[in-house]
C-alpha cells in the first residue's frame, strides 16, 4: 500500500471515475493520506462525487508520473469514514484545504479504498500490481 501511496503522491493529481445513471463520471483529484491501515481520499458531501461514492462505492483511479515513464489504474470500494481524527489528519496533511473544510462542519468527507488492486505499469515493464 505504501508503493501506491508514494505513485500518487508523486503524481500530485490523479483522476477519480465514479459512476451517475449508469454514465461514467471523471475529475481530477489531489488528497491522498493513509488512516486505519488504508488509503483515503477527501471530498466534500456536498459535492456531485462524494453522492456518486455513496451510490455507487466503486471507483476507479488513475495518474500518470512522467519523469517516471509510469502509469497507476486502481479499482476499489470507496467507503465513508466516520471518524474525525481521519478528517483530522488529512486536512493536517493538506493545510490549503483548512480554507474550505474543517473536521466535524459536516462536509468534510474522508473515504477509505478498499477491496481493490492498484497496478502500477510501464511500457517496459510487467505491471506491478498490490491489494487495496
Request: net charge negative; with cysteine.
Amino acid at each position: 500500500m505504501n508503493e501506491v501511496y508514494d505513485f500518487l503522491k508523486a503524481a500530485g493529481t490523479y483522476f477519480l471515475a465514479t459512476t451517475e445513471n449508469g454514465e461514467p463520471r471523471v475529475r481530477p483529484f489531489g488528497t491522498i493520506d493513509i488512516w486505519d491501515g488504508k488509503l483515503t481520499i477527501q471530498t466534500g458531501l456536498k459535492k456531485d462525487v462524494a453522492k456518486q461514492m455513496l451510490a455507487n462505492p466503486r471507483v476507479e483511479i488513475s495518474a500518470f508520473v512522467p519523469a517516471e515513464g509510469k502509469w497507476i489504474r486502481l479499482s476499489a470500494d470507496a467507503s465513508l469514514v466516520d471518524d474525525i481524527r481521519a478528517a483530522e489528519h488529512m486536512l493536517d496533511a493538506y493545510p490549503s484545504l483548512k480554507a474550505m473544510y474543517a473536521p466535524g462542519d459536516g462536509n468534510t468527507a474522508i473515504f477509505a479504498l478498499t477491496n481493490g488492486t492498484a497496478a502500477i505499469c510501464s511500457f517496459t515493464a510487467a505491471p506491478v500490481v498490490y491489494p487495496i
